[in-house]
């Protein structure tokens, strides 16, 4: 399937990436040649083929809801571009 | 010094013949003058390594070593090192200090082993050739115009170079086994959940997988029984005893039943990796080994199951970098959306872009049972495939590349091309099976490597069919012109 240039915009948009718009017309290319390699799975009778989501079909472990972690904010932050107060800043959201 | 082994080098440790101080200083001197222009280390980590020597050489007089006490290896910069950069490759973590270990850093530090920095890779293990890194590619040290292979290529270099004696990688469609196939030397993808992924950086986190790079299948043997084991931080690791991945090395080969799979030895196989690979099966019947044809149907599914597996893990993965908590933060955002938008865009190269937008074109509605459905469902036909091969046979081999090692820039503009180089590995990782790269030759005056894959768990059945080849070979002794 080949892609236009607006769905390409519009699937950076959904994947929140910018993408320089004198781009876009070989990031349609590239991802139309990878779709169109990846439609040959089209042809492949999986009727009643139950999906494989884990190599080993292992499940879930669960562990009983204990708090084992510590407070460790103020390490974290230390990789974080903008802090105040404990806080993570970003441009305002409500006026 | 740097023509030893690990095994050599613990011996000579161990009897006090040098310190774990000098050998390490000795990497770090090795690694000053040569990796310049190969570029297989991002970040060199030579005060730490020094104090992790020294507290090493203190381990090893008061007799509690191990085999990997005081051991210099280069570690793939995915894994999270405290207090240490960890860029995966890439501008979006170019100032990200790990605030903890991995596991598999926890494990190897436990072992004594001294890490002397982290090692160049494609971004986010996005690549095949190491030419995705925002640090720049990384020269092949059997000639510095052709790629290492990727995505682990820093780590496959080195040790081909000689700078560390060992050094990690992750493999999430190849990119530990065919760096070494590439570069010259022995890599080992275990069994999916045999090593912890707890602080690995995520790709795909139903593929990806630890595992070791190192000349000898005796020394990826004592790494991988350092890195294995089973962890409750990482929820798809595996809850099973690691297995003496030593004891059993040397055994005899007599009947040993090998598959070859007859699609991994038609078109798009060089003819003169071809070649090696049939020879190396020579040696293998010598060995006593019994060598049959058998069939994996789905073989070329393998790829393009992949390439919508892969890309739809990765945009799920990836959605966790957004200018916020840690990471490349966009200057003067207009407001959040920009913020995330600008950060995200300028923080990630062109490659993975490309498989976060087709992961999200994939995963989008309408799409989803169109694209992740019908992969997931050919993942388990390759599966199956892989399971009904193993009722026949012990092991199955081919080559683990379709080629050499090619040009840097080759490839580099034509994504499903670069996509083809894993041809042969990529359906181990769909599978979760347990695959090597073993030296086996050269082809054009390059490396060629045999691939061997096992049943699961089976990866000291795999170390033992490549140490007993070492012994009757030398291939994986060659050394690249210009590194003796």
New interface residues.
Partial sequence: MALEAEEVEKIAHLARLGIDHDDIPEYARNLSDILAFVEHLNGVDTRGVEPLAHPLDAVQRLRPDEVTETDERELFQQNAPLTEAGLYLVPKVIE | MHHKSLVELGAGLRQGEYSSEELTRSCLDRVAVLDPPLNSIITLTGEQALQAARDADARIRSGNAGPLTGIPYAHKDIFCTKGVRTSCGSRMLD???A?YDATVTRQLNAAGAVMIGKTNMDEFAMGSSNETSFYGPVSNPWDSETVPGGSSGGSAAAVAARLVPVSTGTDTGGSIRQPAALCGITGLKPT??RVSRYGMIAFAS?LDQAGPFARTAVDAALMLGAMAGFD?RD??S??RAVDDYTGGLGDSLEGLKIGLPKEFFGEGLDGTVAVAVEAALGEYRKLGAVITEISLP?S??A???Y??VAPAEC?SNL?RF??????Y?ATD??????????S???G?G?EV??R???G??AL?AGYYD??Y?????????I?EDFMRAFEQVDVIMGPTSPSVAFRLGEKSN???TM?LSDIYTIAVN????PGMSIPAGFAADMPVGLQLIGN?FEEARLLNAAHRYQQVTDWHERIPPGYE
């Fill in positions: 100032n990200f200090i605030p999916y959940g139903s409750p929820s798809t595996v809850e789905n070329q599914l790829v393009p199951t390439y919508v945009s959605s957004d200018g916020v908590r840690f990471g933060r955002p207009a407001d959040l959306e920009d913020l995330y938008k600008r995200r865009g300028e990630f062109a872009k490309r976060i937008m087709i999200t074109y989008s169109a694209y459905l019908k992969a997931q469902q050919a993942r388990r036909l599966r034509d994504p499903v996509y769909l599978a979760g099976l699961y």
